[in-house]
């Protein structure tokens, strides 16, 4: 059963900058590590950013130094702040989460549900 929230997407210049936001319960939010993932088609969905329950986090090689996760306790929410856009960051971008480590989160085949997901648009 899916119990994220994604928003934030929208369409933005080269260089612009999105803030996406991924709303999940209490519960989880205080016991799992959370991630944001990506997705073109044709491709393999992948892990953008992670954050774990004590702010650990993770980046991808290709958004190092321009997104930035974090977590928002009061608002049970994961943000990824993206800077820099460009062309090729156009994805469906989903978050999920699941009780394992930043480590496993990288392969996108442990989960067996998806939300909505939010669509990013960076034109060029």
């Known amino acids: 059963q899916v119990q994220q929230v994604e928003s934030g997407g929208g369409v933005v210049q080269a260089g612009g900058s999105l803030a996406l936001s991924c709303k999940v319960s209490e519960s989880t939010f205080s016991t799992h590590p959370i991630g944001w993932y990506r997705q073109v088609p044709g491709k393999q969905r992948e892990l953008v950013a992670a954050?774990?329950?004590?702010?650990?986090?993770y980046y991808a090689d290709s958004v190092k130094g321009r997104f930035t996760i974090s977590r928002d306790s009061a608002k049970n929410t994961v943000y990824l702040q993206m800077n820099s856009l460009k062309p090729e960051d156009t994805a469906v971008f989903y978050c999920?989460?699941?009780?394992?480590?930043?480590?496993?989160?990288?392969?996108?085949?442990?989960?067996?549900?998806w939300g909505q997901g939010t669509r990013v648009t960076v034109s060029s």
């Open positions: 999920n989460y699941r009780f394992t480590t930043l480590a496993a989160m990288r392969d996108p085949s442990i989960f067996t549900s």
């Open positions: 954050i774990s329950r004590g702010g650990t986090t």
